[in-house]
Each structure stands twice: as C-alpha cells, then as structure tokens.
DNA sequence: AAACTAAACGGACCACGGTCCGATTGGCCC
DNA sequence: GGGCCAATCGGACCGTGGTCCGTTTAGTTT
C-alpha cells in the first residue's frame, strides 16, 4: 500500500472502513508498508478468495455482473464476510483495482523518468497524465463500476495520493498559482467518468484526447502574459 | 422546456425516458416550446402532486430522505406511477430541479448582459461560471442527489445545453483551440460533486473558488505566447 | 350515450446493497 | 491438550430502486 489508511485499520465492530477525513493535499504520505496488517488465517484466506473470485466474474461477465451476493456465493462464502472484508460494493471493487494502483503509484514514485523523477515538473506532469489516460483505458469499465458516490468521489486514497503528486508538480511549475485548484482541474481531465464520455460517447480517438491533455497542460501552466 | 428532449416523449411501453443519445454538442436546441406535451389529465395532475410531494419531502426531510415510495404515498399515488412519469430517481430530483434551471437558462439566453448577450464573450463566460456557483450553492444537495451514474452523467440534457453555451462563447474567444475538449474541462470546475468537495470537504471559502474560476477561464482561453 | 382503445394506474414482485446477531473458530495463555 | 475470548463467519433480514402486468379510465368515435 503506497497509499495511506486504504483498507487498513482493524474494522472496530462492523462497517467502520474510515477514510482519514481530514484532507491534507499538501504531503503524500506512503504510510502503512505491509499489505493486510494482522489479518486473522481464515480471514485473510477469505479475503483472497474473494479477490479471486471477484476477478473471475469480472473477467467472465463484466464488472455491473459482479454483485455481492454472486461474489459470496462464488468464494463459498457468506454475504456478511464480503462486507466486513471490503465495507460495500465500491471498496470490493477499489480492492480489484488496488494491483494496478500501486504499480503506477511506485512507477510515478520511482520509475524511470518522465514518468518517475529525474525529468523538468512539466514533463513528469505531461507524461503522468498521458499514462492514467492509458491505463484508463483498459480497466475502464472496473473504475466506472468503482467510482464512489459524489459526496466522496473525491476524498478516496488513491485520488488523493495521484492529486498530490500533480499538486507537488504544479507547485514548482506555477508557485504563486492556486495549485490545489489547478490540481483538481487537472484531475479532473483523467476522470474515468469523464474518459469514458469523451472516447465511448463521444467517440474522440485516443490521440485527440492526449493532446487535449498536453494543450491543458500547456495553458494551465502558463504564467500572466502581462497585466 | 428550453432544453431539447427532456422529459417529453411519450414514453412509450414502460421505461423509456430516452435521452437523444447522440451528442451534437455544435447547436444549443431549443425545442419542446411547452411544457409535458399532450399528458393526459389524470396523468398531469398526479405529476402534479408528485412533484408537490417530492418538494415537500425534501424540504422537510433533506433530498436523502426522498424515497420513491415514500413520495409515491405522499401523493396518494402507486409507485408505478412514479417511475412512469419520471424513469428514476434521478428523474425524479431532475424535475425538482427543472424549474430554476429553465430560469437560468433563460437568464443565459435573454437575460441582461453579462449573462446574457451583448458582453464580449470572456466576460460572459466569467459571469456564467460565477452564477453557476452561486445557484449550486444552494440547491447542492439537490443537485448530488439528482446526480446520474457515471456513465450517463454528461450526457443528461441540462448538462449538455450549459456546455453547449460554454462552447459556443469559447469558439468566439479561442477559435483555434479544442473547444469541445476546453468546454468539457470548464465544465467540470462546475460539476456539484466537484463544488462539494471544495466548499463542504476542503472547507474553501466562496471567493477563493470564484477566484479559481476567473483564473482558469484566463488561462484557458491565452492563446500561445509563442512557439 | 355506449362502445372502444390507448394510456395510465397501482401494487405485488424481484434483485441487490447493506445490516444484525447468534454460532463458530483461530490464536493465545496456562 | 484445554480453555478462553475476541475476531470472524454466515445467512436471515430489511429497505429501496426498479419492473410487470392485470385493471381502470380519459378521451374519441359513431
């Protein structure tokens, strides 16, 4: 886990899974190292188990098929475990996702540059974006079907950990910008909501859409011309 | 109705509620001059006390508590009926909404500059951002509640006459740009889940994130310094 | 005004997300 | 090994969104 706090506290008596509400853009903490802290034998195979056959249904019939019950029945498990392990739906689906997350968090971390450090902020910004619109573009389906509900789209972990990286970037690109408005605006632009109207509704090719990404970056980053 | 094809067909066996799927973001169509065409009167009245009902809900209880039975037995009326006359839930809370969002179009389309025609164009866009602010502040709950799932949610019609506005400003002020793409991102600064996370989450105050929009609008449409 | 028909009605019905709580069991201490 | 207890389990249970289809009724035609 790169990110913090995501799946992680010990679930006091039932459905708890607390985000750390409190949202502090400035610092990406990496937080939490081992994967499932002391997660019981049994639980912990259960939970695998769900994994395994959240991915199977998944792969087999389409992420709206995964429903809770057919995942339960699926691990031979009861519908009660699969909440107590995942909190709802959305984290069930979050946890499928989680694999890929925190590989492109560690390439964005410490891959090689532009993606990783070594590059000027503005490529690493350019080349960041470029690489969640590819990755969106497989998975797309499983992060629609994950997205939370509005009053918390914003605030999960792995949001938040990619919003502080491009608000780290932006910072040393434009430093007397608003940045975490800036950051946002950007995120917003690889928002798997919104990736999926411009290209399956839309029907813009892939190519338009990246340049999209690289022109917004371009303006946003753009000093006053005068005034 | 100022906005095309919006709660107006027939709906013909049961659950329709077609949304002209194909998106021609180019022309702002008007359409549907009055309202629910050609309902039958029994038909039009309990829409009538559907509404009354579903306002009334709300205002007691807090759109979150706005369930479709709940309205349906306020208003005397099956829950089939419900859902005939407005598809879902979100249809439901989108009809709530129906009335100030004609009024703002209205204001956009007629009203006194700069809202309305006759600023230059930038200036239109700033104001239009700033009273899209300032309706969401109110009604936000309304507007989360009445939110689509991902994959319809820029498709809906009031969504698509504002941005279909923005565009049109934009192609006056930056002809040379991805409008479409530059109006899609301006949009989104707009989006009620985005002024959620801003004001009630993050706790900025109201003139930081005007001050935001002002600025994006600045950069968006700078044309290249040089290059 | 009687007959006709398309539309609207309404509530039983279903599926799914989410909760509860009594039964079970893994891990630890003696 | 035996006993203890907290964590886990699991499936019955609930509320809500959404659907179906037999029944009723508004509006029209003759």
């Known amino acids: 886990m790169l990110y913090a706090g ?104 410490t891959g090689p540059a532009p993606l990783g450090p070594g590059a000027p902020p503005q490529e690493r910004l350019k080349a960041f974006g470029l690489a969640l619109l590819r990755r969106s573009a497989d998975e797309l389906d499983l992060q629609l079907a994950a997205e939370p509900s509005a009053e918390r789209r914003y605030s999960n972990a792995p949001r938040r950990f990619l919003r502080g990286h491009v608000l780290i970037l932006l910072r040393q690109i434009v430093p007397d910008a608003d940045c975490e408005l800036l950051a946002l605006t950007l995120m917003q632009y690889l928002d798997p909501s919104m990736i999926h109207y411009r290209t399956r509704i839309c029907g813009m090719p892939a190519d338009r859409v990246e340049a999209g990404w690289l022109d917004l970056v371009d303006r946003l980053t753009r000093t006053a011309p005068s005034a």
């Open 6 to 109: 995501f799946m992680s506290a010990p679930l006091p008596p039932f459905p708890s899974h607390e985000e750390p509400s409190a949202d502090a853009p400035e610092l990406l903490q990496l937080g939490s190292p081992d994967d499932e802290p002391c997660l019981r034998a049994d639980a912990a195979r259960n939970r695998a188990r769900l994994l395994e056959a959240a991915g199977k249904l998944v792969a087999e019939h389409g992420a709206s098929c995964v429903t809770m019950e057919a995942v339960a029945a699926e691990a031979k498990v009861g519908k009660g475990t699969v909440f107590r392990r995942f909190g709802d739906r959305t984290g069930l689906l979050a946890a499928l996702l989680d694999h890929t997350e925190k590989k492109f968090q560690a390439a964005v971390i």
